[in-house]
Nanobody, 129 residues
Framework: QWQLVESGGGLVQPGGSLRLSCAAS????????IGWFRQAPGKGREGVSS????????YYADSVKGRFTISRDNAKNTVYLQMNRLKPDDTGIYYC??????????????????????WGQGTQVTVSS
């Protein structure tokens, strides 16, 4: 069963930064577009950002645009989500997923239905003073 593993979460004060990592052990990430999703306490899972397979095009939800940056390092088989100027509303469990469409980063949205495969455990991000 192929699965992605998220890491890098933690507790940070408002205005702080974190870098999340998404890694795969049994397949290479560079054949997929990758997306980051999050689930806040008591809320549904929502799409945050995605990066296309080849051309590096990216999508960001309006709530994180200008603060988060998604990138990929194919040599390390890892996708990153750099999160700056964090807000309490960014609190939640963050998940990454391979996406059905290889050019998902050029799309205007990121939905749960865009993801394929099973979900990992996620990584907890808590923004609190």
């Amino acid at each position: 069963q192929w699965q992605l593993v998220e890491s890098g979460g933690g507790l940070v004060q408002p205005g702080g930064s974190l870098r999340l990592s998404c890694a795969a052990s049994v397949f290479t990430l560079d054949v997929y577009a990758i997306g980051w999703f999050r689930q806040a306490p008591g809320k549904g899972r929502e799409g945050v950002s995605s990066i296309s397979r080849s051309d590096g095009s990216t999508y960001y939800a309006d709530s994180v645009k200008g603060r988060f940056t998604i990138s990929r390092d194919n040599a390390k088989n890892t996708v990153y989500l750099q999160m700056n100027r964090l807000k309490p509303d960014d609190t939640g469990i963050y998940y990454c997923a391979a996406l059905l469409s290889p050019d998902a980063g050029s799309h205007l949205s990121l939905l749960l239905s865009d993801a394929l495969g099973s979900w990992g455990q996620g990584t907890q991000v808590t923004v609190s003073s």
